[in-house]
């Protein structure tokens, strides 16, 4: 009798244990994916600020240069998909457009020397090179977060734990196409 009582109460500690190790590695689990999903807020907090400056800045631009209609057209159309995406994917890819268009405009504003001079102009265009800082910044973080998260759902244990719960792989936030190039531009 005391060696049945002796078993149960081995075998309760272990269930003990390992449910304590479960709850421990499910926290932290939650713990991972709502740095990745606070980092991506943050990306998208200033993915928002720098399109309401592109929308001021574009606003001004088109006061020096109304005959640019198509570049114009293609940064609302960008602006309006970013806004409206709904998952990571789709906000990277309506990014990636923005900025192109973006730099687009950036051209356009060199062949209107009294533009580079409006004082509008200058302010937004220097809130526009903070705001790409902290989008920088923000993707640097969410990347870092993205990264522990993947490394840790494909580790063991966690990996079993991860798969029960339904916890998959994060995509980083990549540059665009052609970011490698250097954009020339003239003053």
Known sequence: MKKSVAVLLVLGLLVLIVGLGIVRGYNSLVDLETSVDSGWAEVENQLQRRADLIYNLMETVKGYAAHEERVFTEIADARSRLLAAQSPTDQMDANNSLDSALGR????????????????????????????????TARRRYNDAVEVWNKTIRRFPTVLLANMFGKEAR??????PGAQEVPRVGF
């Open 105 to 136: 405009l950036l051209a356009i504003s060199e062949s209107y020397p009294e533009l580079k001079a409006d004082a509008s102009f200058i302010r937004f265009q220097d809130e526009l090179a903070g705001t790409e800082n902290r989008i920088a």
């Open 171 to 176: 995509a980083f936030f990549q540059a665009s």
